[in-house]
């Protein structure tokens, strides 16, 4: 059964606190990405990687930062976080094949940040 | 205008209902479309895709994909307590996650 995790499923935070936010999968897959998703606008990429230690903007990278030194771990990290990051966070992960592949989600973490 | 767009709901159906979830798009280039499902406090699932047009079927489940009017359907038969969730649909350029365009869901309920 394919499976990836969330460290927390629930965090409250302080404006200007660095926030760490751990996503594993464990079905080998090479591509891993962050989204966050909020009302009414849907999932938007933050990063994601392709590869171990490789790592791309997505579409709203500003005021986030990620970090892959394994294959299965992939943490994305608010250096100094504002209220306007209190979102829905959530991880995913897939194959680089040919054909459709899949995008396999986490349960989310939901960040509040006061 | 946004590059996909979906009606946010609520929708409320009567158990054994036909459910039609709908999407618009605005890029033509588009060749792949996905639906996905998502239970409250639960990541999304993939529950459908389609490669450029056409229609598929999966249980209860039908996609469509109207390129001519970028729009895509989801319908789903004989809707039971247990479908009701947020649809997402996305759709991308390419077989490539990080190029996928989400819709902002559709709350569905399907009232026992």
């Known amino acids: 059964d394919v499976k990836v995790t969330q460290s927390s499923r629930y965090l409250v935070k302080r404006t200007g606190e660095k926030v760490f936010l751990e996503c594993v999968q464990d079905?080998?897959?090479?591509?891993m990405f962050w989204y966050r998703q909020d009302p009414g606008l849907g999932l938007r990429l933050i990063y994601f990687?392709?590869?171990?230690?490789?790592?791309e903007k997505g579409d709203i990278p500003e005021g986030y930062s990620v970090s892959r030194e394994k294959k299965e771990r992939f943490s994305l990290i608010l250096e100094s976080a504002s209220t306007n990051q209190t979102s829905m966070y959530l991880c995913?992960?897939?194959?680089?094949?040919?054909?459709?592949?899949?995008?396999?989600f986490g349960p989310g973490t939901r960040l509040t940040v006061l | 205008q946004k590059e996909v767009e979906q009606d946010p709901g609520p929708l409320s159906v009567p158990e054994g209902a036909i459910v039609s979830l709908n999407c618009t798009y605005s890029?033509?280039?588009?060749?792949?479309f996905m639906w996905y499902r998502q239970y409250s406090r639960k990541g999304p699932e993939l529950l459908m895709y389609?490669?450029?047009?056409g229609n598929k079927e999966d249980g209860r489940f039908t996609a469509q994909v109207d390129k001519s009017s970028k729009y895509i359907s989801l319908f789903i038969r004989d809707s039971q307590p247990s479908d009701s969730a947020t649809y997402l649909c996305?759709?991308?350029?390419?077989?490539?996650?990080?190029?996928?365009?989400f819709g902002p869901g559709t709350r569905l309920s399907v009232l026992p």
């Open positions: 995913a992960s897939s194959l680089t094949g040919d054909g459709y592949n899949e995008q396999f």
């Open positions: 079905m080998d897959h090479e591509n």
């Open positions: 990687s392709y590869d171990v230690k490789m790592k």
């Open positions: 890029n033509s280039a588009f060749q792949y």
């Open positions: 389609t490669y450029s047009s």
């Open positions: 996305a759709m991308g350029l390419d077989n490539y996650g990080q190029n996928f365009v």
